[in-house]
């Protein structure tokens, strides 16, 4: 079974809209904080959007205003609403997962210390 599974991507013309999901596997449960990176064209990965255990949110300032974390612990599943897209936008964009970090720390949190990653789902934004 895959960790994180990553759905939702696609193409979308500036100032549309979408929304990403992630699928955790059962043993990622509420007490995990997750949350969404991307990599656009030769750039490194970069962490745009976190929420953590408590439900405490945190953005980059890219995308602050525009995107939206949200999980639902039923379904054990984290999403990525992006609204009003630039083509700036465009970028594989990943979900990961880590045990017991606060939204305050885990933007900056190392990326090699998340215990689980996605695949990755790629979002084109077009002009």
């Given amino acids: ?5 990553e759905s939702g991507g696609g193409s979308v013309q500036a100032g549309g809209s979408l929304r990403l999901s992630c699928a955790a596997a059962e043993y990622i449960n509420s007490r995990y904080s997750m949350g969404w990176f991307r990599r656009a064209p030769e750039k490194e990965r970069e962490a745009i959007a976190v929420i953590d255990y408590n439900g405490i949110t945190n953005y980059a300032h890219s995308v602050r205003g525009r995107f939206t974390i949200s ?3 039923a379904a054990n599943t984290l999403y990525l609403q992006m ?4 083509p700036e936008d465009t970028a ?3 979900c990961a997962a880590e045990d017991d970090l606060l939204a305050s720390q885990a933007l900056a949190w ?3 210390l998340w215990t689980f990653w996605g695949q ?3 979002v084109t934004v077009s002009s």
């Fill in 1 to 5: 079974q895959a960790q994180l599974v």
């Fill in 110 to 112: 190392p990326q090699t």
């Fill in 92 to 94: 594989v964009y990943y």
């Fill in 83 to 86: 609204n009003y897209l630039k």
């Fill in 120 to 122: 990755g789902t790629q």
């Fill in 71 to 73: 999980k639902d612990n």
